[in-house]
């Protein structure tokens, strides 16, 4: 099992910075990527960011040269930095992780921080 708890939300204004994180713990060898979802009100949860074990990132269109996804070297804290923030960043921001259990993959997730933009 793979145990995740995201921390570091909260409020900012429009064009500020926040960094969010996400502390891994548990069968951590066998985890192949952690990634960044968010979920505003009343819509489905969206892809955010994705580091790989090779330290590879994917950017949502939405989020392509504000945030920045980050790990350490032993996967025990993967980050998100988010700059230029907008009103339409306001969301739950889930950290999850895929990880190899058996030989197959599944994902783990946290349990989600609050992330408020004014305008």
């Known amino acids: 099992q793979v145990q995740l708890v995201e921390s570091g939300g909260g409020l900012a204004q429009a064009g500020g910075s926040l960094r969010i994180s996400c502390a891994v713990s548990?069968?951590?060898?066998?985890?192949?990527?952690v990634g960044w979802y968010r979920q505003a009100p009343g819509k489905g949860r969206e892809f955010v960011a994705t580091?790989?074990?090779?330290?590879?990132?994917d950017y949502a269109d939405s989020v392509k040269g504000r945030f920045t996804i980050s790990r350490d070297n032993t996967w025990n804290t993967v980050y998100l930095q988010m700059n230029s923030l907008k009103p339409e960043d306001t969301a739950v921001y889930y950290c999850?992780?895929?990880?190899?259990?058996?030989?197959?993959?599944?994902?783990?997730w946290g349990q989600g921080t609050q992330v408020t933009v004014s305008s």
């Open positions: 548990g069968r951590i060898p066998s985890i192949i990527a």
């Open positions: 580091i790989t074990i090779r330290s590879t990132t």
């Open positions: 999850a992780a895929e990880a190899l259990v058996g030989g197959s993959p599944r994902e783990f």
